[in-house]
């Protein structure tokens, strides 16, 4: 052959092109910081925690525990809002308007100085397990296996689904984006499933079942989200949920809560602490360890401060 014919210079580019192409993305790591425990003024358990920008954030706990901050997490104030039950929800809108919730749903218009509650939710003995408000006016909640929605603020309801069959999360990925999870497990018997809402949250379909429960899962975008099931198992969607392809099986702990920075790096809480990826979800090594059942959620903000919150208190904070 000859090497400097201009037909060979021609066949290394195509080769060469081609192969850059194909090449998989690698995945690079990310050093986190030292998890620092947070002071948080409380002992009960703490079940939820929600951030708006970097700095306002507030926590939901056992007993009518409330938190929150205003300097990125550092420092807790405890609110009394007057209420005994176990909230297990927290939400914020804004640096003014918080909300947090299980029988019925509580809010703060003052950035937690106040709480009122909204409507009548508490007069039906029945968990709100999960909620968003898109506004001040309108949101959603998941309430014994139905999606309600609201569009006066809160005072009143109406159902945006038929039936949701178990789901018990929510997450919107955009204004129009929006996915519920959950499923049950009953006697030995496990199932899982996914709806989906392109409009906002009027209305809901059924996008996925599963095998088992699906316990937690984070969209990184419309298109590419992790799960994790109730069998220890993470699964990675690439087509906003339509297919999933196992990533992991058999982990060491359940995952409660989990959260990705991006397609490579994410973080979970279980029982044992900590967990961290960084090949999407393929290998998971423990990044924090905690005592007997020690975390519960986890949340990302906007500047990838990772905020954790479970057994007596416990607070973890560290920027990546």
Not at 114 to 130: A, H, K, Q, R, Y
Not at 210 to 231: A, K, P, Q
Not at 292 to 320: C, H, S, W, Y
Request: proline residues 1%; contains cysteine.
């Amino acid at each position: 052959m000859n090497y400097r014919h201009p037909l060979f210079f021609l066949f290394l580019l195509i080769v060469s092109s081609c192969s850059s192409e194909d090449e998989p993305e690698v995945c690079v790591g990310i050093e986190s910081s030292v998890w620092e425990v947070i002071q948080s003024m409380t002992e009960n358990n703490l079940t939820d925690v929600d951030f708006y920008g970097d700095e306002h954030g507030v926590i939901s706990g056992t007993f009518g525990t409330v938190l929150t901050t205003t300097d990125g997490g550092i420092n807790w104030i405890q609110r009394d809002i007057g209420q005994n039950q176990s909230f297990v929800k927290a939400f914020i809108l804004n640096e003014n308007e918080l909300y947090t919730s299980r029988l019925g749903i509580f809010k703060s218009s003052d950035g937690g100085e106040t709480f009122s509650e909204l409507g009548d939710l508490s007069t039906i003995v029945s968990t709100i397990f999960d909620l968003h408000f898109m506004d001040s006016q309108n949101g959603y909640l998941i309430r014994s296996g139905k999606v309600l929605g609201t569009s006066d603020g809160g005072q009143t309801w109406t159902e945006k689904s038929i039936d949701v069959n178990g789901a018990s999360k929510m997450q919107f990925v955009s204004a129009n984006t929006g996915y519920v999870w959950g499923g049950s497990t009953n006697d030995g018997f496990s199932s899982g499933v996914l709806y989906t809402s392109e409009n906002g949250g009027e209305s809901w379909t059924l996008l996925s079942e599963y095998d088992s429960e699906v316990i937690t899962m984070h969209f990184v975008n419309n298109d590419m989200g992790y799960l994790s099931t109730i069998d220890r198992t993470v699964m990675q969607t690439m087509d906003a949920g339509i297919t999933w392809t196992i990533q992991a099986e058999s982990l060491s702990s359940l995952f409660r809560d989990m959260v990705f920075i991006n397609e490579c790096n994410g973080y979970a809480v279980s029982a044992q602490g900590i967990h961290k990826t960084e090949d999407g979800g393929i290998t998971w090594k423990l990044d924090y360890e905690t005592e007997e059942d020690g975390l519960t959620a986890m949340e990302k903000t906007e500047n990838n401060m990772l905020i954790a919150v479970g057994r007596d208190g416990l607070i973890l904070r560290t920027q990546l």
